[in-house]
């Protein structure tokens, strides 16, 4: 069992950075790869980021490729989104999940309760 808590998310304007955290507790957090997704309202959870539990293969969805940067530092079990150059569309409840990796939610077995990301314009 892997159990994650998200932080960070918050209101900025368009332009800004924010950085998200996943915090895992449980066993064998550094086997599982980690990923992160979003859900906007009135929309179905797509796909953000991920990256395996070595830290050799990385994805990113083309929207948030080259101003997000998933990170991981398994020693202290915690996973980060940098987000960069935000965007209005970026707007969604942001979540981290862990699994067997990829760019597929079905292959995540645990998921965190989200954090609220919000993008002005």
């Known amino acids: 069992q892997v159990q994650l808590v998200e932080s960070g998310g918050g209101l900025v304007q368009a332009g800004a950075s924010l950085r998200l955290s996943c915090a895992a507790s449980?066993?064998?957090?550094?086997?599982?790869?980690m990923g992160w997704f979003r859900q906007a309202p009135g929309k179905e959870r797509e796909f953000v980021a991920a990256?395996?539990?070595?830290?050799?293969?990385?994805y990113y969805a083309d929207s948030v490729k080259g101003r997000f940067t998933i990170s991981r530092d398994n020693p202290k079990n915690t996973v980060y989104l940098q987000m960069n150059s935000l965007k209005p569309e970026d707007t969604a409840v942001y979540y981290c999940?862990?699994?067997?990796?990829?760019?597929?939610?079905?292959?995540?077995?645990?998921w965190g309760q989200g954090t609220q990301v919000t993008v002005s314009s």
């Open positions: 449980g066993r064998r957090f550094s086997s599982y790869a």
């Open positions: 999940a862990a699994g067997s990796g990829g760019r597929a939610s079905l292959n995540y077995d645990y």
């Open positions: 990256r395996s539990w070595n830290g050799i293969s990385t």
